[in-house]
């Protein structure tokens, strides 16, 4: 077993989400720790997952985004200048 020490007002704080679902202290962490489990096999390469979320944008949409995107995003997310090349 192992113990967890806790100030008191979190400890109570804890207790009361767990009591509100109806469970013990234990029962709600048992349950928080099992969700926190991976679910499958361990993730994959970012770039994997930005091309699947992209896969759906039409054509005419990724034709107008930015080629310097990457190298002059200050400029397209804070309106900042353009960096000299």
């Known amino acids: ?19 509100a679902e109806g469970l013990s202290l234990a029962e709600w962490i048992q349950q928080l720790a ?12 970012i770039a994997d997952e930005i091309c699947e979320n992209m896969k759906d944008v039409p054509p005419e949409i990724m ?8 190298s002059q ?7 900042w200048p353009k960096r000299e090349a």
């Open 73 to 79: 995003h200050d400029h397209y997310i804070y309106g």
């Open 63 to 70: 034709a107008a985004m930015p080629k310097d995107g990457a």
């Open 1 to 19: 077993m192992t113990v967890i020490e806790l100030p008191d007002e979190q400890a109570a704080a804890l207790k009361a989400k767990a009591a």
């Open 34 to 45: 099992e969700r926190a489990q991976p679910t499958s096999s361990p993730h994959g390469h």
